[in-house]
């Protein structure tokens, strides 16, 4: 049976801008029946809307700033890998030697560098045979789906998410072979499930909070987070509550009522937030229960705890087990890391580790007896236990090395600046900084209580260079808050001493050369 394009009603009679009219020429899942082609051709013979747009219906970034070296992003539900996986991937990146490394996202999944095209069949396979995937991991389409790093294993959760995440992933991406209803949506949807009241997810566009309903354990509704250049804002509750069967149905109600009348013409405006906002939460409640059938008043689900640390060494919900939670310096990792990662948890554990959206790893079900012996491991000198209270809350994405959008090289930047205020400042208490290359927000700049968004800025030599503007007061607590306007174009090479003035007038840092005189 030939490919085609599937038929797509909801476009008839609207405006469509160049992008959506190349998506809806051609659905981006059906470049997949032809990657052995554009493996053999080189990527300079390929079609240039396959290659800088459809691919990213595979996870296969084209980068201008590494051309012919792609960046390929995999799909991880909750963050959860095995040792197996991590050895898959580790192998991958070790492929492309100095070219090849890979990131831990703000989506508890991970990201390669290096990769050619020439090898994409291959590592879809064998990504495949390890139960992972790329499929619609990029541009307007369901991204990875996040849960409770801990799930499972969280002395403190309502539910484990694991089930839930994994459940929500395979409904998604048509149990990873692609699914061509949600292909074509006006930009990309996130979707999270919380297990606890500090599973701070309220930048999702949909995300499903348990709670308990007549005795019946479910899910409150909250949608229509934002962290974009247009508009930052935090989810709201649908007043919905579902039963744990009926949260794909949820989600799918939801999504089509946005793909079928959200904005395709004026991009900047196409995310859900925006279609929210214009018809209004009442109106479309109404929408929602037209088409999913009488909704349930939701009883109070609640996102009213502080987000807990994970670094350290911490019990399990199982009796004499622990888990350890590693600082991964702005979540960039080597095939060698993976490699050791893998190997640690064998050794001290059960073999699997699990992502966390601040871009760190934790290592699970290290029996009570092994600490001590993991605590002397090699490895906790790159990826230490205890990391210091400015390194440990400092988030970046990708920034200018790779990405086109970025104007400032977000992660060598914020890694270096950590580490000097971390040797010259105490802080009372660990402090979320978020580093971000472009208003995009892959960085979650307006969650941090301190947020770094790049842009331009005069430097000391009166000439246009790096920079970033500053947001402050960002909280995922009680009362959760997104980031206000602090500051405008800093020069990159003043951020260091910006940052340390600001961590001392606003959140109770001591210079440390201070503290030793007295």
Same mark, same amino acid.
């Given at each position: 049976?030939? *490919?085609?394009?599937?038929?797509?009603?909801?476009?008839?009679?609207? @405006?469509? !801008?160049?992008?959506?009219?190349? &998506?809806?020429?051609?659905?981006?899942?059906?470049?997949?029946?032809? /990657?052995?082609?554009?493996?053999?051709?080189?990527?300079?013979?390929?079609?240039?809307?396959?290659?800088?747009?459809?691919?990213?219906?595979?996870?296969?970034?084209?980068?201008?700033?590494?051309?012919?070296?792609? #960046?390929?992003?995999?799909?991880?539900?909750?963050?959860?890998?095995?040792?197996?996986?991590?050895?898959?991937?580790?192998?991958?990146?070790?492929?492309?030697?100095? +070219?090849?490394?890979?990131?831990? $996202?703000?989506?508890? !999944?991970?990201?390669?560098?290096?990769?050619?095209?020439?090898?994409?069949?291959?590592?879809?396979?064998?990504?495949?045979?390890?139960?992972?995937?790329?499929?619609?991991?990029?541009?307007? !389409?369901?991204?990875?789906?996040?849960?409770?790093?801990?799930?499972?294993?969280?002395?403190?959760?309502?539910?484990?998410?694991?089930?839930?995440?994994?459940?929500?992933? &395979?409904?998604?991406?048509? +149990?990873?072979?692609?699914?061509?209803?949600?292909?074509?949506?006006?930009? &990309?949807?996130? $979707?999270?499930?919380?297990?606890?009241?500090?599973?701070?997810?309220?930048?999702?566009? /949909?995300?499903?909070?348990?709670?308990?309903?007549?005795?019946?354990?479910?899910?409150?509704?909250?949608?229509?987070?934002?962290?974009?250049?247009? #508009?930052?804002?935090?989810?709201?509750?649908?007043?919905?509550?579902?039963?744990?069967?009926?949260?794909?149905?949820?989600?799918?109600?939801? /999504?089509?009522?946005?793909?079928? !009348?959200?904005?395709? +013409? &004026?991009?900047? %405006?196409?995310?859900?937030?925006?279609?929210?906002?214009?018809?209004?939460?009442?109106?479309?409640?109404?929408?929602?229960?037209? *088409?999913?059938?009488?909704?349930?008043?939701?009883?109070?689900?609640?996102?009213?705890?502080?987000?807990? =640390?994970?670094?350290?060494?911490?019990?399990?919900?199982?009796?004499?087990?622990?888990?350890?939670?590693?600082?991964?310096?702005?979540?960039?990792?080597?095939?060698?890391?993976?490699?050791?990662?893998?190997?640690?948890?064998?050794?001290?554990?059960?073999?699997?580790?699990?992502? $966390?959206?601040?871009?760190?790893?934790?290592?699970?079900?290290?029996?009570?007896?092994?600490?001590?012996?993991?605590?002397?491991?090699?490895?906790?000198?790159?990826?230490?236990? @205890?990391?210091?209270?400015?390194?440990?809350?400092? *988030?970046?994405?990708?920034?200018?090395?790779?990405?086109?959008?970025?104007? $400032?090289?977000?992660?060598?930047?914020?890694?270096?600046?950590?580490?000097?205020?971390?040797?010259?400042?105490?802080?009372?208490?660990?402090?979320?900084?978020?580093?971000?290359?472009?208003?995009?927000?892959?960085?979650?700049?307006? #969650?941090?209580?301190?947020?770094?968004?790049?842009?331009?800025? %005069?430097?000391?030599?009166?000439?246009?260079?790096?920079?970033?503007? #500053?947001?402050?007061?960002?909280?995922?607590?009680?009362?959760?808050?997104?980031?206000?306007?602090?500051?405008?174009?800093?020069?990159?090479?003043?951020?260091?001493?910006?940052?340390?003035?600001?961590?001392?007038?606003?959140?109770?840092?001591?210079? %440390? =050369?201070?503290?030793?005189?007295?």
């Amino acid at each position: 049976m030939p *490919v085609s394009t599937p038929s797509r009603p909801y476009l008839d009679g609207k @405006k469509l !801008n160049k992008i959506e009219q190349n &998506k809806s020429a051609k659905d981006g899942l059906l470049v997949g029946s032809e /990657i052995e082609k554009f493996a053999q051709m080189g990527w300079e013979q390929v079609d240039e809307t396959d290659l800088q747009l459809r691919l990213k219906w595979y996870g296969m970034f084209w980068r201008p700033k590494t051309p012919g070296k792609f #960046m390929l992003r995999l799909r991880i539900p909750g963050g959860v890998l095995s040792a197996k996986q991590l050895r898959v991937i580790g192998s991958i990146v070790e492929r492309y030697g100095d +070219n090849g490394s890979c990131d831990i $996202t703000t989506r508890q !999944n991970l990201q390669l560098r290096g990769i050619l095209l020439g090898d994409l069949p291959e590592i879809l396979r064998r990504l495949e045979e390890a139960e992972l995937s790329t499929i619609q991991s990029g541009f307007d !389409n369901p991204r990875n789906v996040t849960g409770n790093p801990i799930a499972g294993i969280d002395p403190n959760e309502i539910i484990d998410t694991r089930p839930y995440t994994d459940k929500l992933e &395979k409904f998604l991406t048509n +149990n990873r072979k692609g699914n061509s209803e949600y292909s074509n949506l006006p930009r &990309k949807w996130n $979707t999270a499930v919380a297990g606890a009241k500090d599973n701070f997810l309220l930048h999702n566009d /949909i995300a499903f909070h348990p709670v308990e309903n007549n005795g019946v354990m479910g899910f409150g509704v909250w949608i229509g987070g934002i962290l974009s250049s247009q #508009m930052n804002a935090y989810a709201i509750p649908l007043n919905a509550w579902v039963r744990p069967d009926e949260i794909c149905r949820m989600t799918d109600t939801v /999504i089509r009522l946005w793909r079928d !009348n959200g904005e395709r +013409n &004026k991009r900047p %405006k196409g995310r859900f937030r925006m279609y929210l906002d214009e018809v209004g939460h009442d109106n479309f409640r109404q929408q929602v229960e037209e *088409v999913f059938g009488p909704l349930t008043p939701d009883p109070g689900s609640v996102f009213d705890s502080t987000p807990r =640390s994970h670094y350290g060494i911490h019990p399990q919900k199982q009796e004499g087990l622990v888990f350890a939670g590693l600082h991964v310096p702005v979540g960039r990792l080597t095939a060698q890391d993976l490699h050791d990662l893998a190997t640690a948890s064998i050794t001290y554990g059960g073999g699997e580790v699990r992502l $966390t959206e601040d871009q760190n790893v934790i290592i699970v079900g290290l029996p009570e007896t092994q600490v001590e012996s993991f605590k002397s491991d090699p490895l906790l000198e790159r990826f230490p236990l @205890k990391p210091g209270a400015i390194s440990a809350g400092t *988030v970046s994405c990708t920034g200018s090395t790779y990405c086109g959008f970025a104007l $400032t090289n977000t992660k060598d930047q914020a890694l270096a600046a950590a580490k000097e205020l971390d040797q010259e400042l105490e802080l009372p208490e660990e402090l979320k900084i978020h580093w971000t290359g472009c208003p995009n927000s892959c960085g979650q700049a307006y #969650m941090g209580a301190i947020g770094l968004t790049g842009a331009k800025a %005069k430097n000391s030599e009166g000439k246009t260079d790096d920079g970033y503007t #500053m947001t402050l007061g960002g909280s995922q607590g009680p009362n959760p808050t997104v980031g206000e306007l602090h500051q405008k174009a800093i020069p990159a090479e003043n951020i260091k001493e910006v940052l340390k003035q600001v961590l001392i007038e606003r959140f109770g840092a001591k210079p %440390k =050369s201070e503290l030793s005189k007295i």
